[in-house]
């Protein structure tokens, strides 16, 4: 035992971990090139992927050192044939300053269909990504013909309660990097604010090339070129830093995590669907929870893991290391 309960998960940079992204599966309705390979994945076993008991087992747990938000995430977690009973589950959790607030990033495929039941489970928020407007740019990024299903649920996403409402693309050269302004005033249209994220090294088939990377100098170049943009203060441990749209009240985000790495702030803990505890989305270790949940682990000792997991942390993710070496699994199967 590391101490007394309920003293939180300080990691030894005095970082302190608020939010827990889950993923609820590697599976996932699209192919998006930077994520995962058309064929051949080697997906995970059914019976290794977590029960929404045993899910909501670890944020009980979790919740009590300290968790506060729950990111519900895969994989496509709208593919997760539980997704409705997890939401139901984590959102009765209480946490140190109120229920757990349980947010999700999705393609929006088939999201018309599921939100009525989210929303009535409790889900607060949405991020849905959405890369391109153009339907075959859409097929060869995705290798599935699906925009329209995706527009349709950031149209049901726009409808909605859920407030704020994010998109998220990454910006890929010559493949969406003309899109940026057209983006961004789709997403004013849905209101909605768009976040453009990097591209990183954490696709199946280690196809990343740094030199083809749109940083996000270039991506506040190309925004420049059409909008006023200022800074917007109190950023926070966000992985988004905010610009107003022409004097506001919209906002832009830009995630770079690889040309402007803001792991100094991290507040992020990750669990796979297959019950692996990881401390960083770069992370070359993980901590076996699935097997400490089925050996009957007290909920102690699924403290100590989390505790372990986070005194484990290191100050970054290294991409820029000489030594940096990319995780195994993918995106879909790390959870995003
Ligand atoms: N399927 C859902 C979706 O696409 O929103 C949730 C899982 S996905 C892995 C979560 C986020 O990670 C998405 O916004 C996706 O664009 C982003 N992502 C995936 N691979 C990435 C990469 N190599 N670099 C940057 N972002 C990536
Ligand atoms: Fe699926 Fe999301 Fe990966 Fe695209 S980024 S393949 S939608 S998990």
Request: aromatic fraction near 4%; charge should be negative; charged fraction near 25%.
């Amino acid at each position: 035992m590391n101490g007394q309960t309920g003293t939180g998960l300080i990691d030894g940079f005095g970082r302190v971990h608020r939010d827990l992204r889950i993923s609820l599966t590697d599976k996932c309705s699209l192919r998006c090139t930077y994520c995962m390979p058309e064929s051949g994945v080697p997906w995970l076993a059914k019976q290794s992927l977590l029960s929404p008991a045993e899910i909501e087992r670890v944020v009980r747990v979790a919740a009590a050192e300290g968790i506060e938000t729950v990111r519900l995430t895969g994989g496509e977690p709208l593919i997760s044939p539980n997704l409705i009973e997890i939401v139901r589950r984590i959102t009765a959790i209480e946490g140190k300053s109120g229920p757990i607030e349980v947010s999700m990033t999705t393609n929006g495929i088939r999201l018309p269909e599921f939100l009525p039941g989210l929303e009535e489970a409790g889900l607060t928020r949405l991020n849905i990504s959405i890369d391109t407007l153009d339907p075959d740019r859409f097929r060869e990024l995705t290798r599935r013909d699906r925009l329209i299903d995706v527009l349709a649920g950031i149209e049901a996403a726009r409808r909605s309660a859920l407030r704020p409402l994010k998109l998220n693309a990454v910006v890929m050269r010559g493949v969406n990097d003309d899109e940026v302004v057209d983006l961004v005033e789709f997403a004013i249209k849905h209101d909605a604010q768009m976040r453009f994220i990097e591209h990183m090294p954490l696709d199946i088939g280690h196809t990343w090339d740094r030199g083809e990377m749109v940083p996000r100098e270039e991506i506040l170049a190309s925004l420049r070129q059409s909008f006023n943009l200022e800074p917007v203060p109190g950023r926070g441990g966000a992985p988004a830093e905010l610009f107003s749209i022409d004097g506001g009240p919209a906002t832009v985000g830009v995630i770079a995590s690889v040309s402007a790495p803001f792991c100094a702030n991290c507040d992020r803990l990750r669990l796979t669907a297959d019950g692996q505890l990881r401390n960083c989305l770069f992370a070359r270790d993980e901590l076996d929870l699935l097997s400490a949940l089925r050996n009957g682990a007290s909920d102690q000792a699924v403290r100590d893991i989390f505790l372990a997991g986070v005194s484990g942390k290191r100050a970054g993710h290294g991409i820029d290391d000489p030594g940096f070496i990319q995780p195994d699994r993918g995106m879909n199967a790390i959870g995003g």
